[in-house]
């Protein structure tokens, strides 16, 4: 296959990798997800993932419609690295897509919920031990060596069934052997002979070390045997073969083989002997080399299923438990698919950008399209209604309402529990989600225009999430264009929330559409906006300047700022603002 035939892989990203890999290597790192292959190789690491991602799931990110579905898509998908026990299980979670086939999904939720129930079971002293095996595990790059050793340290931790099954199902003895073969081998099946593995072979490399190094310098051998031996050379023989002995620890016997029956001095004789004797024993460690790696490949052949099925194991392992980790961080749930209708709905749902952060996130419960589930009232979602219309407080959370129902419906779509008590997703084909881009540049409205457009009308399903629709256009074209898309949504069945603060306009609405308001309460001790985020339903909700401009004039700087503020609070004239400017010191 040539590489150019994958996504963003072009002439120069295909000659960088065919240079570096191979073709072959190319194409089989590329095909197994393999990040770090292409990172080594000389590719960025956003771009490495951005060619994997379309590579193993081209359907799925053709779900992602818009550049904010592939900044959501981009963030969870960060958010869920972030628990990681490894590099290379954060790689393989970053290039997760989402999923074409709702089989597919349901298989990855099992081994999520497997995965979650497995890391919530064990106690603390067994999590650390875990988790040591598997930075062991990343330290070491992996390999078949760092995978037994992973496999026998987790074995040793006492972790049973769940994910860890496919690990503790493997042959410990079998390991065992295989990791003192691969570790004798230096880590590596087709590596050297590694020293500690062979006490015979350790002894003749120790010798041929210490004999090269009397090679290297025959003329001073000479000199501490005592001299140049001419006038008794047998004693200047022996005198050599005892310094020659005593330094390297050779055998004599081999030693007076290595000496040659004739010789023009003293020097050469010496030479001559240590040459031929270094000779000797780098085929006698060849030979020995040669016997302990059959050896070692006779103990790798036994284990070599053994130690390619810890491989495999460690591998998912540590992916599904990664996930299973993030899973039980936001106390995330298994989403119910729908299939017999539209709706995308939720129960007390969390925004996980917000939950990422400090954690203090009031949960709300929103329904769009017909959906069963049930909870108390007022916060039931209603059901029945295609499309709604969110009204209400400035800041009040609107848009975080929709990057939320946004979460769910991609995780949902990749096989992946979601922050909510409860959810009901029907599976759709193009995720819209639109945030406010605050423009009223004719090139921002026709852009934006062909961007959420297409996909309602030439996709089967679509969900829309579009946010304040009038920044872009002035305010009274912007009701006709956000009127036209409430309709088409309703008319080309689809799903969808729109957000605007144009909702008097709107009217009349299709009759499978509904309004529903989020309203502030007022501002509390510390001048911040409360605000109850939880949408009511079938109302419209109220803008509330009056707030912000009370908050803004209690923290006015300067008696400049105060006198403008002061101004425009008196000019909106509500109660809120009176009541702020009453219990304000206004006074310099």
């Known amino acids: 296959m040539r590489l150019e035939n994958y996504w963003g892989v072009g002439p120069k990203t295909s000659a960088l990798l065919s240079e570096e890999l191979g ?25 490495a993932t951005r060619i994997l991602r379309h590579a193993k799931g081209e359907a799925g990110m053709d779900l992602l419609a818009t550049r904010d579905a592939r900044s959501v898509y981009k963030d969870l998908v960060d958010l869920a690295a972030d628990y990681a026990v490894t590099r ?33 079971g ?78 015979r072979l350790d002894d003749l490399r120790a010798t041929l070390r210490a004999v090269d190094d009397l090679a290297g310098r025959p003329a ?27 330094e390297t620890g050779v055998d004599a016997a081999r ?31 060849e030979d020995r080399e040669a016997e302990v790696r059959e050896r070692l490949a006779d103990t790798l052949d036994e284990s070599r299923e053994e130690v390619a099925a810890a491989d495999a194991a460690v591998d998912d392992a540590t992916f599904l438990l990664s996930l299973g980790r993030f899973a039980a961080a936001f106390d995330l749930t298994r989403p119910t698919y729908v299939e017999d209708r539209d709706a995308l709905a939720v129960l007390e749902a969390r925004n996980l950008a917000l939950a990422a952060g400090d954690g203090d996130v009031q949960p709300v419960s929103y329904g769009i399209g017909d959906h069963s589930l049930s909870g108390t009232t007022p916060s039931r979602p209603p059901s029945g ?75 089967d399903r679509t969900l829309m999430l579009v946010d304040e629709f009038e920044a872009i256009t002035e305010p009274g074209r912007a009701a006709d264009l956000l009127h036209g898309l409430v309709t088409l949504t309703v008319d080309r069945e689809s799903l969808g929330a729109f957000v605007t603060h144009l909702a008097d306009d709107l009217e009349p609405l299709p009759e499978a559409a509904r309004t529903d308001g989020i309203f502030a309460q007022g501002l509390d001790q510390d001048l911040q906006l409360e605000v109850d985020y939880q949408p009511r339903f079938g109302t419209v909700g109220k803008s509330t300047p009056e707030f912000i401009v009370s908050r803004l004039l209690a923290d006015s700087d300067t008696s400049q700022e105060r006198a403008g503020f002061e101004a425009l609070a008196r000019a909106v004239g509500e109660t809120a603002v009176q009541r702020t400017l009453t219990d304000a010191d206004w006074a310099e």
């Open 23 to 47: 073709v072959g290597t190319a194409v089989e790192a590329i095909e197994s997800a393999d990040v770090r292959a292409l990172t080594d190789a000389g590719l960025g690491r956003g771009r």
């Open 385 to 459: 209604d295609r499309v709604t219309v969110v009204t209400g407080a400035n800041s009040g959370g609107k848009t975080t309402l929709l990057e939320t129902l946004c979460q769910v419906a991609l995780l949902a779509h990749m096989g992946l529990p979601v922050p909510a008590e409860a959810a009901e997703v029907s599976l759709v084909d193009a995720v819209v989600f639109h945030r406010r881009h605050a423009s009223f540049n004719a090139g921002v409205l026709e852009s934006t225009l062909r961007t959420i457009v297409p996909p309602l009308t030439e996709r």
């Open 220 to 246: 001073a051998v000479v000199e501490e045997v005592g001299g140049a031996g001419a006038a008794d050379p047998e004693r200047f023989r022996t005198a050599l073969r005892r310094h020659v002995v005593e």
């Open 88 to 120: 290379r299980a954060a790689d393989r979670i970053r290039v997760l897509t989402p999923l074409a086939d709702r089989a597919d999904m349901d298989d990855r939720l099992d081994e999520v919920d497997l995965a979650r129930e497995s890391w919530e």
């Open 255 to 285: 030693l007076r083989e290595a000496a040659p029956g004739d010789a023009a001095d003293a020097t050469d004789f010496v030479s001559r002997t240590l040459r031929g004797l270094v000779e000797d024993l780098s085929a006698a460690v």
């Open 122 to 199: 064990l106690d603390g002293p067994t999590r650390e031990a875990v988790l040591a095996a598997f930075e062991a595990y990343d330290e070491s790059e992996g390999g078949d060596l760092a995978a037994v050793e992973a496999a026998l340290a987790l074995r040793e931790a006492g972790v049973e069934g769940g994910v860890f099954e496919s690990v503790t199902d493997l042959d410990g003895d079998l390991l065992r052997a295989g990791a003192e073969a691969l570790r004798a081998l230096g880590g590596d099946a087709d590596g050297e002979v590694a020293d500690g593995a062979d006490d």
